[in-house]
C-alpha cells in the first residue's frame, strides 16, 4: 500500500511479527516502533525499525511520528491505570491527520466460561479477575476513539502466543516445562507468524471489528507438552494435577475459564488460511527453521 507509515506501540514479540509481515506485503512501508527498553531500542532499530522508548511519557520524536502516522497498531498490556498508549498519547493520535486505521491485540482471556464448549466473538465478555477487566477497559477505551475519530478499529483477541525461542520447545529446553492436568481444559494458541500475518492483511484491508486469532485446534496444554518432547527426543516431564499444582496466581487465573474459541470470522473477513493451523504444524515449522540455520 502506497504511502503506509505503522507505528507500532509496543514492539514486542508479536509487535515485530507484524511489522516483518508489513515489511512482507507492503515492502515500502515506513514502520516504527516503541519499546520501554533502552537495549531493545537498539535491537530494533538494528533491524530498520525508527524506535522510541516510551515509558508513558511522549517525546517530541515520537509525537512526530504519531503526527505521520497513517496505521496504528496498539501492542501494550493494560494496567491499572489504563492503557499506556492511551493514556500518554490519545490527545496526539486524536490530531493525527493522516490516521486511517487502529489495529489494538487483546486477548481470548476476555470471554467467560464455556464449559469447554465452542464459541466465538458473540460469546459474552467477563472480568473475571482484575487483569482483564484492565483489558475489557481497554478494547472500550480504544473503540471509543476509533469511533470520536471516525476510523476503523479491529481488536485482534490473541490466543496462547508461541513462535520462535517462545514456544513448548524451549521451555523443555530449560528445564521449565511442566504438564499441568486439569481434566477437560484445553486452549488455544496462535504461531506468531499467523499473527503477523493477519495484522498485515487486516491494516492492508483496514478491517474493522473483533475477531479472535487463534489455531484451529484447542488442545490440552499436557498433551502439547508431550508432542514438543516427542519432537525432541526428550522424556516429557511427570504430570501434575492441577488442584495440588503449586502454580503462581497468574499461572493459575489461565485455568479459570474453559473454551474452545473459534477462528472462522478472520478466516472468512480476510480469506485467509492459517499456515500453523495446530502446535503440530508449528512445532514443526520451529524446528525446521533451526535446522537450516
Aim: aromatic share 8%.
Amino acid at each position: 500500500m502506497a504511502g503506509m507509515n505503522v507505528l507500532v506501540f509496543g514492539a514486542g514479540f508479536s509487535g515485530r511479527a507484524a511489522i516483518a509481515a508489513i515489511w512482507r506485503h507492503y515492502p515500502d512501508a515506513t514502520v516504527a516502533g516503541t519499546t520501554r527498553d533502552v537495549e531493545k531500542a537498539a535491537a530494533l532499530e538494528a533491524s530498520g525499525i525508527e524506535t522510541h522508548v516510551f515509558d508513558g511519557n511522549v517525546d517530541t520524536a515520537l509525537a512526530a511520528a504519531i503526527g505521520r502516522a497513517t496505521h496504528i497498531l496498539a501492542s501494550i498490556a493494560p494496567g491499572a491505570s489504563g492503557d499506556p498508549a492511551l493514556e500518554g498519547a490519545a490527545h496526539l493520535i486524536e490530531k493525527a491527520q493522516r490516521l486511517s486505521w487502529i489495529g489494538y491485540y487483546s486477548t481470548i482471556g476476555v470471554y467467560g466460561d464455556a464449559g469447554g464448549e465452542w464459541i466465538d466473538e458473540t460469546f459474552p465478555v467477563e472480568a473475571h479477575n482484575p487483569r482483564i477487566g484492565w483489558r475489557l477497559a481497554a478494547e472500550s477505551a480504544w473503540a471509543e476513539l476509533a469511533a470520536r475519530l471516525g476510523i476503523p478499529l479491529a481488536i485482534l483477541r490473541l490466543g496462547g502466543i508461541y513462535g520462535p525461542g517462545r514456544s513448548g520447545l524451549d521451555k523443555l529446553r530449560n528445564g521449565t516445562a511442566r504438564r499441568i492436568v486439569k481434566p477437560g481444559q484445553v486452549f488455544n494458541r496462535i504461531h506468531s507468524e499467523d499473527i503477523g500475518e493477519i495484522t498485515a492483511l487486516a491494516a492492508g484491508k483496514k478491517l474493522s471489528g473483533i475477531f479472535n486469532i487463534v489455531d484451529d485446534e484447542p488442545a490440552p496444554p499436557q498433551v502439547v507438552i508431550a508432542y514438543a518432547a516427542g519432537l525432541l527426543g526428550l522424556e516429557p516431564p511427570p504430570e501434575v494435577d492441577f488442584e495440588t499444582a503449586d502454580l503462581p496466581p497468574l499461572a493459575r487465573s489461565f485455568y479459570e475459564n474453559n473454551r474452545k474459541v473459534r477462528n472462522e470470522r478472520i478466516k472468512d473477513a480476510l480469506g485467509y488460511t492459517l499456515r500453523y493451523p495446530s502446535y503440530r504444524e508449528g512445532f514443526g515449522a520451529i524446528l525446521a527453521d533451526e535446522h537450516r540455520r
